[in-house]
């Protein structure tokens, strides 16, 4: 199993950059696909970006594309998520996850970004 931790989460003003991280505890962080999710008030938790385990594959939705990147440390049991250009549609909470089979089943719980236009 693993424990996820998120920090960096806060109020930006539109334009600006936060760095999201996620510190991960267990030996076998490197095992697992990892991936930052969000969720605004009202609305479904959507995928917003995912690194796999071989090969450092990304994966972006489409609304953040150009704009966000996804990046692990598997020596540091890290996973970060740099976002630029933030817009105030980007505001949500976002949770790291991790998961080693079909599904995410290991959540942080999640820190709050707010983008003000």
């Known amino acids: 199993q693993v424990q996820l931790v998120e920090s960096g989460g806060g109020l930006v003003q539109a334009g600006g950059s936060l760095r999201l991280s996620c510190a991960a505890s267990?030996?076998?962080?490197?095992?697992?696909?990892m991936g930052w999710f969000r969720q605004a008030p009202g609305k479904e938790r959507d995928l917003v970006a995912a690194i796999y385990r071989i090969g450092g594959h990304t994966y972006y939705a489409d609304s953040v594309k150009g704009r966000f990147t996804i990046t692990r440390d598997n020596a540091k049991n890290m996973l970060y998520l740099q976002m630029n250009s933030l817009e105030p549609e980007d505001t949500a909470v976002y949770y790291c996850?991790?998961?080693?089979?079909?599904?995410?089943?290991?959540w942080g719980q999640g820190t709050q970004v707010t983008v003000s236009s």
């Open positions: 996850a991790g998961r080693s089979g079909q599904s995410f089943n290991y």
């Open positions: 267990g030996r076998t962080f490197s095992m697992y696909e």
